[in-house]
Each structure stands twice: as C-alpha cells, then as structure tokens.
C-alpha cells in the first residue's frame, strides 16, 4: 500500500494492479449502492435507519442524508436473518467470484473513522486515524482531498490496497477538537461494557451515535461540555473465566438463548444479558445449586432493572424457568445488591436501543444547556421515566414546530 516507486517495470506493475482492484472496487460499489435502495433490501435498510437515527428523525430525512448510514448498513447492522446487507448480497447470483470475495472481505475488514489527510499522490492518500493516529494508505476513487482535510468514510480492503468506502465526506474545518472529545467519551461509555474494545470496535459499534454528534458540532454546540457520566464497569471482560464451572457456561448459553427469543430485531440484548450473568457469577461465585433459579434471577434483573419493563413478574419468569418465584426473588436481590444495578445501566444495555439515546440525548442538551432542558434543575438526578417523558414532550413539540 505503499505510494514508493522502485523503478520504471515495478510502477508498472502497480498501476496495472492498482488499476484492477479500483475497477474491481467501483463496481462493486455501484453494485452494493443499488442493492441498499432496492426492493429487496428495503426491510433490512428501514429497520437500519430506524435504529440509525433518533427515534422518528428516519422518517424526515433529507433525500440524500440516508447515506450517511450506507457503509454501517451495508457492513454492521445485522438485518433480519441475522446476516449484514453485503453478506446478503454476497450470497446472491448477480455477482462474480472475485466480487463475491471482496465483499466478504469488506465486510470482515472495513475500517470505519475520520482520517486525516497527509499526503497525496496520484490516486492515494496518506491518512492517519482520529484520534488513535493509526496510519493508512487509500485508493480515493476520484475524491477529491487535499493535505489537511479530514476524511469521513469507511476504508474498504481490496487486495492489497484500501478504497473509500460506500460515502466519503469532508469535515467541516475546526471540528476535530470537538470531534475527538466526542469520541473519547463514547470509549468510555463503551469500556464499561467491553474493557478491552478497540478503536475499530467503537466506530463500528457507535457509528450512529458518532453521526448525531456531528450534528451537534455543526449547530456550533461545544461538545466538551459533555462528559460521561459516573459509572461502574463490568466484571466480565469477554473471554472464557479459567476455572469457571461447567454450569456456569450452561447458564450463559440459556441466558443468550431466552434473552434472543424476547428481543426486537438487532437489540443485541443477549450480549447484555449474558454479561450480567458472568458478573453476577464473578462477584457471587455460586456454587451448583439449581441453575435454572439463577437463569431466571438474570432474566428478571435484566428485564426490569435494567431495561425497566415494568410488567415482568417474579412469577412469570418463575413459571418459564420452572422454579418457584420466591427462588427468582432472592437470587435476583443478590444480583441486584453485589452488581449496584441501575435502570438503563450503560454496562448492560446497548448503546443503540432506542431508550439508551433517548437517554443519552437528554443527557447532552442538558450539558449543553440547551432549550427546555436548560430550565431542569439537575436533568441527571431525574428518574429515567421522567427523562424519557421529557424527551418525548421535546420530539413532539419539535415535529409540531416543523409542520
């Protein structure tokens, strides 16, 4: 991926080389654009877009805001039959077996961010990461950047060179600051949940919460007012426990499985669940006493501590799980007591369900001291159901306002 040029005979070989995988890459950009608006695909891009924007913001999008989303739709968000949309595509017949091969490697090796441009070369550019400085050579595919721009897109693997992904844009001038302090907090928020996540993980894992953001940036919103707030974080960093108890890997497999089985579409709330399960174990250390009272104690806590669904009862988890409701009680009050669970607790939800940014967003305007919230004593010692009652007098006031 190197711009270097050893001799006359090996600028050749490049050029050629270079010159099939661009052509290799434009089409089936081409392809995979045409794929996201069509029919086919119109299930799995609206249930994207709804989990892509705020609550109701998909519906008055602007024609082509849309493709903001099209590299997290295209590669991230897993659309109904639990696949991405390129991983959808890539199984149909409208592909050759060399397209075919790069989808797939687009789709395990993308690398999402805003890079910074060095230097550039005849097609290339020389980038470095925000804020982690990685360094990357890109194929820009006819974009025009200059020294100093900083490059919105995802960078798509082709061969041994990367290209701009499905949208590249530039960022305003003077955002970066703002930007990179933006980033740092949802790395934050997301190292609660997953102690050893990378850089890569964040921009794939918070892509739409990262583009809301830029939303605030361009308002003029001085974003380093907002921090993360005070937490706890997880126990269980996501790699097998040594020494941990046949029945304790049983129990997050059934906890994963039940916890599937109740979700809306992509909530990812197994990943949840299953992390409060191996807290629960790791700060307990329960010994083999009837597991399935401890898979319904963590379905109960899940349910209606963390996500706060407030018509799940003792009794009917007892019923599912096939234990008594007094078992689901006094495991769950363990759990409840050792973790310091709380409503919506960022180490146990997604960062992308509906109720989590609703939340969040609240959370930011306050910071900010922006509009009605601005006149809320403290926005952050409320209830969460009184912050999502506000939020929802704020999205209905603006729709009225805008119609």
């Known amino acids: 991926m190197s711009t270097d040029q050893r001799g006359s005979s090996h600028g050749k070989v490049c050029s050629l080389a270079s010159a099939r995988a661009d052509r290799l890459a434009r089409s089936l950009r081409s392809k995979l654009r045409d794929y996201l608006q069509s029919d086919e695909a119109a299930e799995g891009v609206g249930l994207g877009l709804a989990r892509f924007f705020p609550e109701g913001l998909h519906e008055e999008l602007e024609p082509d805001t849309w493709r903001l989303a099209a590299d997290w739709l295209a590669f991230e968000f897993m659309a109904p039959l639990w696949n991405n949309l390129a991983l959808q595509m890539a199984g149909g017949p409208s592909l050759s077996p060399a397209e075919r091969a790069a989808l797939v490697a687009w789709t395990e090796g993308a690398v999402p961010g805003f890079f910074r441009v060095e230097e550039v070369a005849r097609r290339e550019a020389r980038l470095t990461r925000l804020p982690d400085q990685l360094p990357f050579v890109a194929r820009t595919l006819g974009a025009a950047v200059r020294p100093g721009n900083v490059v919105m897109t995802w960078l798509l693997p082709t061969e041994s060179v990367f290209h701009f992904g499905l949208h590249a844009a530039l960022l305003a001038d003077g955002l970066a600051g703002g930007l990179c302090h933006a980033l740092a907090v949802e790395m934050a928020l997301l190292g609660r949940q997953r102690p050893q996540a990378t850089?890569?993980?964040?921009?794939?894992?918070?892509?739409?919460?990262?583009?809301?953001?830029?939303?605030?940036?361009?308002?003029?919103?001085?974003?380093?007012?907002?921090?993360?707030?005070?937490?706890?974080?997880?126990?269980?960093?996501?790699?097998?426990?040594?020494?941990?108890?046949?029945?304790?890997?049983?129990?997050?497999?059934?906890?994963?499985?039940?916890?599937?089985?109740?979700?809306?579409?992509?909530?990812?709330?197994?990943?949840?669940?299953?992390?409060?399960?191996?807290?629960a174990a790791l700060a307990l250390r329960p010994r083999k006493a009837n597991p399935q009272s401890w898979l319904a104690a963590v379905l109960y806590v899940f349910r209606r501590?963390?996500?706060?669904?407030?018509?799940?009862?003792?009794?009917?988890?007892?019923?599912?799980?096939?234990?008594?409701?007094?078992?689901?009680?006094?495991?769950?009050?363990?759990?409840?007591?050792?973790?310091?669970?709380?409503?919506?607790?960022?180490?146990?939800?997604?960062?992308?369900?509906?109720?989590?940014?609703?939340?969040?967003?609240?959370?930011?305007?306050?910071?900010?001291?922006?509009?009605?919230?601005?006149?809320?004593?403290?926005?952050?010692?409320?209830?969460?159901?009184?912050?999502?009652?506000?939020?929802?007098?704020?999205?209905?006031?603006?729709?009225?306002?805008?119609?």
Not at 222 to 241: E, M
């Open 199 to 279: 850089w890569n993980d964040l921009y794939r894992t918070a892509w739409p919460r990262i583009m809301w953001y830029l939303f605030l940036l361009g308002s003029g919103a001085d974003v380093t007012r907002i921090q993360a707030p005070p937490g706890l974080s997880v126990l269980w960093d996501g790699q097998p426990v040594e020494g941990a108890p046949d029945w304790w890997r049983e129990v997050a497999s059934w906890v994963r499985t039940c916890s599937d089985m109740d979700a809306r579409i992509a909530e990812n709330r197994s990943d949840g669940a299953e992390r409060l399960w191996w807290d």
């Open 305 to 403: 501590y963390v996500l706060g669904d407030g018509t799940v009862t003792q009794a009917d988890v007892a019923a599912a799980c096939g234990v008594p409701a007094s078992a689901v009680g006094r495991r769950s009050r363990q759990i409840v007591k050792a973790l310091g669970v709380q409503p919506f607790d960022l180490r146990y939800v997604d960062l992308l369900d509906a109720d989590v940014r609703a939340l969040w967003e609240i959370h930011c305007l306050s910071a900010l001291g922006s509009g009605l919230v601005r006149d809320l004593v403290d926005a952050s010692a409320l209830s969460p159901e009184t912050q999502l009652a506000i939020h929802r007098m704020l999205r209905d006031m603006a729709r009225r306002l805008r119609d």
